[in-house]
């Protein structure tokens, strides 16, 4: 690590003086961007700026954030949007696609201590007194949409974020990752 630093050190010394030779004090031809017109937008640009206010987007947002909006489950949220577009002179359709979605008979994730002891994670968000939408009857557990159904167990390794490079860092360290969970920060 140390030799590392070092090396850096004088590079970027170096690169510093060379360039404080290149550099010129003068910007010619730079235009400040108040002087510059801005382009006029098309016909459909216009439509889409002047449909939409601050409240318009604030109810927008809250309608999406306080129903079930999980892909496959609400048609009528995708069709209240697409009618709200009708509304705003945009031309709008739905369009139902055949496609893998899987959703949760039940989960659970539990880790075993050496010692024998078992901790048990909660998978459902807390119920926040200030957040009403954390109290939805219809509301899903934490789950992976694309996991195969099984049951995973194996020592864990903490992984980081999870990046090659935080693989690279923990071979170099001698720490051994076959058949291990990979346990990642997100």
């Known amino acids: 690590m140390r030799s590392t630093t070092l090396l850096a050190v004088p590079f ?3 690169s510093t003086i060379a360039c404080q030779r290149e550099r010129h004090f003068h910007a010619p031809g730079l235009v400040k961007r108040q002087a510059t017109p801005l382009a006029s937008l098309t016909a459909n640009e216009q ?4 449909s939409f206010s601050n409240n318009s987007i604030s109810d927008w947002s809250y309608y999406y954030t306080h129903g079930d909006h999980v892909a496959g489950r609400n048609r009528s949220q995708a069709q209240w949007t697409a009618d709200k577009w ?3 002179g945009i031309p709008s359709t739905l ?3 055949t496609v893998f979605l899987n959703y ?3 989960n659970s994730l539990s880790m075993t201590y050496a010692n024998g002891s078992v901790y048990t994670a909660g998978l459902v968000e807390d119920v926040l007194e200030e957040d009403e939408t954390s109290t939805r009857e219809d509301r899903l557990p934490s789950f992976h949409g694309y996991s195969a159904t099984g049951n995973a167990s ?3 390794v903490y992984v980081g ?3 090659q490079r935080d693989y690279q860092r923990l071979v170099d360290l001698g720490v051994e990752l076959e058949g291990k969970v990979a346990l990642a920060q997100w």
């Open 12 to 14: 970027l010394a170096g």
């Open 47 to 50: 439509t889409i700026i002047d």
């Open 86 to 88: 009708e509304e705003a």
């Open 95 to 97: 369009a139902e696609y």
């Open 104 to 106: 949760p008979l039940n």
């Open 154 to 156: 194996a020592e864990f």
């Open 161 to 163: 974020l999870g990046t």
